[in-house]
């Protein structure tokens, strides 16, 4: 009987230690999906500036603040003659100027009166968009997906 009490206590720790790292993964867990159902997003205005260049804006229609841009997923698409290139665009930071080839930079956030460079709700963010190689067509498909994963796109 008391080999079997001594059992249990040297038991219990291990038990709690798992219910613990299990509570903490739901709460991560139930975290992450308020985040994704708070988070709504649009692009719009995408423009072909010139054969290296466009621009687009991207609208926060959610309650989520959007700020971690590094993280963000930014695709396009446009014809290179006969052919289709598709860039997966890495985060340059804030426009000054253009981005480096197969960039997108931040240009500036309409009404940024709360929280500067972060995008709070219904605020725009204009942003410009550098491809390699270039392109002459008129055609274009943006795609840009948040940190945590919603997903908005524009085709011109």
Do not use: H
Request: aromatic residues 8%.
């Amino acid at each position: 009987m008391m080999f079997t009490l001594v059992s249990i206590l040297f038991l219990l720790p291990g038990l709690t230690d798992k219910t613990a790292s299990i509570t903490e993964a739901s709460s991560k867990m139930s975290q992450i999906d308020n985040s994704i159902l708070k988070t709504n997003i649009s692009v719009s205005g995408l423009t072909r500036i010139d054969n290296d260049n466009y621009d687009f804006n991207l609208t926060n229609l959610g309650l989520e603040k959007l700020w971690d841009y590094e993280k963000f997923t930014v695709i396009i698409s446009y014809s290179d003659g006969p052919n289709i290139a598709t860039r997966v665009l890495t985060y340059g930071g804030a426009c000054s100027g253009y981005p480096s080839a197969n960039q997108w930079c931040r240009q500036s956030i309409a009404s940024d009166n709360i929280d500067s460079g972060i995008l709070n709700t219904n605020e725009i963010m204009s942003a410009r968009v550098t491809v390699n190689p270039t392109s002459s067509a008129v055609t274009a498909t943006i795609v840009v997906s948040t940190d945590n994963g919603v997903i908005a796109t524009q085709t011109i």
